[in-house]
Each structure stands twice: as structure tokens, then as C-alpha cells.
């Protein structure tokens, strides 16, 4: 009896991190269901470095805001708008992913020339506002696809 209990809750124990793994994937993939606090809440992927999961978290303080998924429904001008993701999708016209986090084309060399000179409305950031350290993250968490891209 007491054998069954523990088997039982040792299946259960089992089964919650599947559950929650299953969850987050599909938070992300479909538009529909973010809102102003899942698009600004830092999503833990599993498959991430050490080094790319810090430049997640200084992607999401530092870059998001500008080039992070726009809601689906947002008012104008009022916390959905992305300026970032607005002017890459006009400039490649949907040849490349608006979203930078889901480019697959990113080197490490672009983004820390992007982020240290700017470009158009985009501020360059100095090493005060952006440790070089926090940079090599970004880029390294912004290129991860291209390794993945079949070629
Ligand atoms: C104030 C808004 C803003 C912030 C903050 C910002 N960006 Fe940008 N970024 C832009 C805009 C707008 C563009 C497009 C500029 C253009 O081409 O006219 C851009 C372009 C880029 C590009 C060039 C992509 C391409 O294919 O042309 C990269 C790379 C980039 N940003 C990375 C970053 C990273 C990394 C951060 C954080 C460290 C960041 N940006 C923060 C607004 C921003």
C-alpha cells in the first residue's frame, strides 16, 4: 500500500516538470496569448548556456523594449508599440524576422557594432550603460539560431 503511494507520487514528481516545459514553448510561440506581462517577464529556455541565458536577462532589460514581440491588439502608442521591431520589419519586408531574438543571421560582430555605434533612431550604448562583458552575452544569446540554421 504505502509502496503504491510512493510510486504514485514519485510518477506525479515526475510528470510536473514535463508539464511545465510543455507550457512555456507555446507562451512564447503564439501571439495571441502575450500579453503586457508575458512579453516583459523573462522566459527561462532550457536549452540556453550559462552565458546565453545572462544575455537573455540583459536583453530583456536593455533591448526589449525597443525590439521585443509587439502584443497582438495593443493600443497604438501605448506599451505595445516596438520601435525597434517596427523598423526592421519595414526594412526587410518580412525577408527576415522583425524580432531580433529570432533572427538567425546575427554574429556576435554585428550586434556589438550595432549596440557601441547605433543606427538610425537606435542609441549607441557605452560601456558604462553596457559592460563589455553583458555585450558579449547579448551577442552570444542573439546568435545561438545561426549555429542551429540548416544550410
Ligand atoms: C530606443 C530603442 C532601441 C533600443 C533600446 C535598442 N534598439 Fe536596436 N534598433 C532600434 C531601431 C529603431 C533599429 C533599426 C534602425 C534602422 O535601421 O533604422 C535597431 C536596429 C538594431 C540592429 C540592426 C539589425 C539589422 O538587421 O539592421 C541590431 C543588431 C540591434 N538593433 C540590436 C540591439 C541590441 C542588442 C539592443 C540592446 C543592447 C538594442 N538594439 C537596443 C531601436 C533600439
Known amino acids: 500500500m504505502r509502496a ?9 514528481a515526475a510528470l510536473a516538470p514535463l508539464a511545465s516545459q510543455a507550457e512555456a514553448p507555446e507562451l512564447s510561440a503564439n501571439p495571441e496569448r502575450s500579453s503586457s506581462w508575458t512579453i516583459f517577464t523573462p522566459r527561462a529556455q532550457p536549452s540556453l548556456s550559462a ?3 545572462r544575455g537573455e536577462i540583459a536583453y530583456q532589460a536593455r533591448c526589449h523594449l525597443c525590439h521585443g514581440r509587439e502584443a497582438q491588439g495593443a493600443t497604438p502608442g501605448f506599451g505595445g508599440r516596438m520601435a525597434g521591431t517596427e523598423a526592421l520589419r519595414e526594412k526587410y519586408q518580412g525577408k527576415k524576422p522583425a524580432v531580433l531574438e529570432e533572427r538567425t543571421d546575427l554574429t556576435p560582430e554585428m550586434v556589438k557594432y550595432y549596440v557601441r555605434h547605433g543606427v538610425g533612431i537606435m542609441p549607441f550604448l557605452r560601456k558604462t550603460e553596457l559592460s563589455d562583458a553583458d555585450l558579449d552575452a547579448i551577442a552570444a544569446y542573439l546568435s545561438r539560431n545561426r549555429l542551429k540554421r540548416a544550410r
Open 51 to 53: 552565458e546565453q541565458r
Open 4 to 12: 503504491a503511494a510512493l510510486a504514485a507520487a514519485a510518477a506525479l
